[in-house]
């Protein structure tokens, strides 16, 4: 071997050394962004229902940052050397993949070319084509707490320039409908300003967040609250938050009306009637910050009117030594079903209509699928309930043979009507988003 050579084998030696981990590295990435796209197609993870990243393959630069960035997991990997979103059902609109990007690849946009959103026309100052008419939180597009108190405050801010006084007797200066996150940023805003105010909620203060599974570590970024100050923390336990909203709307006085929803909002003489199932309220402006869960879907049958039967969770630990039915096959289901089952002395049995479970996120597929395994949970596949009566339920299997067994609790989960209609009977005007932004 002459000297020339042995420097091309020694250089080849040190580069191969250097390179073939990478590459191997690399290889095994590919392999498992491969399998976890399978799976992702298999549990329908990869039809986002609302806002999901889109990666310009012209920009993208295999950075990577996008998904270190991510906290809900696999929404991107890196295949074929390019970020690809491949659960873009599991976003939640953080946007963190978004700013992340150091070649502006990433946009995050409402729906797909097969599945439209509906979104409410807002201008900069969240008011609809509705004059007085103005809706905040994530039916505006927007998801997460920090946007909504961010945007409780701009909504307020804006309508304090604009004057905001009704001198109309009797008469809201604003009547804010829902008290989740955007709709309680709202009304510390302007009661803070000294706004003559109304608060109004379907179920209870909290929204959303009321209903996340316990113990969930919320992101919330640091965000300014009102009659609190700066929560600066990134993440906090949903119930401490929960007794924080509650302590700073004691301190602050606020009162709403919970267990009262609006049923329609009509203008008439420079204000607005809001009607709810208990009365008529009055007001110059009106802020609709009721989210996009929607109204609860009902199955239609009978008994469902029971006290015993409900549409979500909040505590488990009121149900101990129950037989509990749970109805439905998506996360809300499953988290719902694991949860019941970890309290004493409680049967749980979903009732399913599918033959297995499609659109659950992969870390509730493994919890479900274990807790299936030890028994905690029985499912009883290609099922629907039929009936509820006081002590039991019936349902009915693929060939037709009605099943009753005994029952001290329903959880229906499926799915929510959005709130379209009700925008629509307020005279607001709805785009549908195929795949683009805001
Ligand atoms: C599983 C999950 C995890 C999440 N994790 C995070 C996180 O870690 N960090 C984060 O920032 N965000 C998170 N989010 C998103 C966050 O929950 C929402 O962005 C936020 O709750 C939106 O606030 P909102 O006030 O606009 O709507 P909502 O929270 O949905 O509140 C709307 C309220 O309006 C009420 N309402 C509805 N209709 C009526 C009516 N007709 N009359 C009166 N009241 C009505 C409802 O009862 C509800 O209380 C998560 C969401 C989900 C689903």
Not at 65 to 70: A, L, Q
Not at 167 to 188: F, K, M, Q
Not at 222 to 229: E, I, Q, S, W
Request: one cysteine or more.
């Amino acid at each position: 071997m002459d000297e020339n050579t042995l420097v091309y084998v020694i250089a080849a030696v040190v580069i191969g050394g250097v390179m073939l981990p990478f590459i191997l590295r690399m290889k095994q990435q590919e392999r498992n962004a491969e399998i976890a796209t399978i799976e992702a197609k298999e549990a329908g993870l990869d039809e986002p229902a609302t806002m999901h990243p889109v990666v310009d393959p012209e920009r993208c630069i295999s950075t990577g940052s996008c998904i270190d960035v991510c906290p809900e997991g696999d929404v991107l990997v890196l295949k074929n050397g390019q970020a690809t979103p491949i659960q873009p059902a599991c976003c939640i609109g953080h946007g963190l993949c978004e700013r992340a990007c150091p070649v502006d690849a990433i946009q995050l946009v409402f729906g797909t070319a097969k599945r439209g959103v509906d979104l409410p026309r807002i201008k900069q100052n969240f008011e609809t084509n509705v004059p007085g008419l103005y809706i905040v939180g994530e039916l505006a597009g927007m998801g997460l707490i920090r946007n909504a108190f961010e945007q409780g405050k701009q909504v307020v801010d804006g309508i304090l320039k604009e004057g905001s006084r009704s001198r109309e007797a009797g008469a809201a200066d604003l009547l804010v409908i829902g008290c989740g996150p955007a709709g309680l940023a709202t009304s510390l805003f302007a009661m803070e300003n000294g706004l003559g105010l109304k608060t109004i909620e379907r179920e209870d203060i909290g929204g959303t967040v009321r209903l996340f599974p316990r113990k969930k570590l919320v992101m919330t970024h640091p965000l300014f609250v009102p009659g609190y100050g700066r929560l600066t923390g990134p993440e906090i336990q949903k119930e401490r938050l929960m007794d924080l909203w509650g302590e700073i709307v004691h301190k602050a006085g606020l009162k709403v009306n919970t267990q009262e929803g609006a049923n329609s909002v009509v203008p008439r003489d420079g204000g607005f009637d809001v009607l709810t199932p208990l009365g008529q309220y009055r007001a110059k402006r009106v802020i609709i910050a009721i989210g996009r869960r929607g109204t609860p879907r009902r199955l239609g049958v009978p008994g469902e009117e029971l006290p015993k039967v409900l549409y979500n969770l909040s505590e488990a630990e009121a149900f101990t030594n129950d037989h509990i039915m749970i109805v439905g096959g998506g996360d809300s289901a499953i988290e719902a079903a694991i949860a019941l089952a970890e309290q004493p002395g409680n049967r749980v049995t979903i009732s399913y209509r599918q033959d297995k479970f499609a659109r659950i996120k992969p870390a509730n597929r493994d919890r479900i699928t274990a807790a299936i395994d030890k028994g905690a949970v029985e499912v009883l596949w290609n099922t629907t309930l039929q009936e509820i009566t006081p002590t039991e339920v019936r349902y009915r299997d693929r060939s037709g043979t009605d099943t009753v067994v005994r029952n001290d609790a329903a959880f229906i989960f499926a799915g929510g009507e959005l709130p379209t209609a009700f925008l629509k009977s307020c005279g607001v005007q709805i785009d549908t988003k195929f795949g683009a932004p805001r």
